[in-house]
């Protein structure tokens, strides 16, 4: 772990530190550590200490919960610009998830004492945190409804419509393997397999390889969302 060497880049991306001058991006940067790690590698475990603040910088990060029987739910995929551990901020002194690279990823990491001096004189700052959160709130409200109202059909449909948007492309690289998807979808890896096979023979998939899919009718995968 070492200084950051992001030049004020890292805290700039991320939207609740945005509006910041550059004199208080220059702060980040002054308390601002990076830490690389390899894809795989964990970030920090699941009821591990919160002690600190993460941005994604480069790379991409699946946070996980397990329960008690080992059984791993994936709640999201952070890219960079994202931010998590903010249990930091709230006094929670335990991580209520795990955090995982999925691939050589850079984190910018931001220390919970300074993180909350930084918040204390940018009150602002606070707000937007909580609005950030209110929008991931939102997203697990419709991610519950989501797998309470949809088919699996449309589920699986869904998840390559956001990967479409999140990745400007009609040919998309699945973030996951399809055990991970399978979980972020609440679906057996089985099931899951078979609604892409089933997807793939009405012809508006098709496989590349095997982390990317080509949306060969993007308009008819979204209306069956």
């Not at 030049?7 to 940067?29: G, S």
């Not at 991409?60 to 994202?82: C, H, M, N, W, Y």
């Not at 990823?105 to 609005?131: F, G, S, W």
């Amino acid at each position: 772990m070492h200084q950051c060497p992001c030049k004020n880049v890292c805290a700039a991306k991320v939207p609740i530190f945005k509006d910041l001058t550059p004199q208080e991006l220059a702060r980040f940067n002054e308390i601002l550590t990076t830490s690389e790690y390899a894809g795989g590698e964990i970030i920090y475990h699941q009821g591990s200490p919160a002690r600190i603040l993460c941005i994604v910088n480069i790379g991409a990060v699946k946070l996980f919960k397990t329960s008690p029987d080992g059984k791993e739910q994936v709640l999201r995929i952070l890219r960079p610009g994202d931010f998590f551990g903010e249990a930091v901020l709230f006094g929670e002194q335990t991580q209520g998830a795990s955090a995982q690279a999925l691939e050589t990823t850079k984190i910018c990491q931001l220390d919970k004492y300074m993180a909350e001096e930084v918040i204390h004189r940018n009150p602002e700052i606070a707000h937007k945190l909580i609005a950030a959160l209110n929008l991931r709130l939102l997203q697990a409200e419709e991610q519950i409804e989501s797998l309470g109202t949809r088919t699996t059909l449309q589920r699986v449909a869904n998840l390559l419509v956001d990967l479409a948007a999140e990745q400007d492309s009609t040919t998309v690289t699945l973030p996951l393997s399809r055990e991970g998807l399978a979980s972020l979808t609440g679906m057996t890896v089985e099931n899951f397999s078979r609604k892409l096979s089933e997807l793939q023979q009405q012809g508006l998939i098709q496989a590349q390889g095997r982390r990317n899919l080509v949306l060969k009718d993007l308009k008819a995968l979204t209306e069956l969302t």
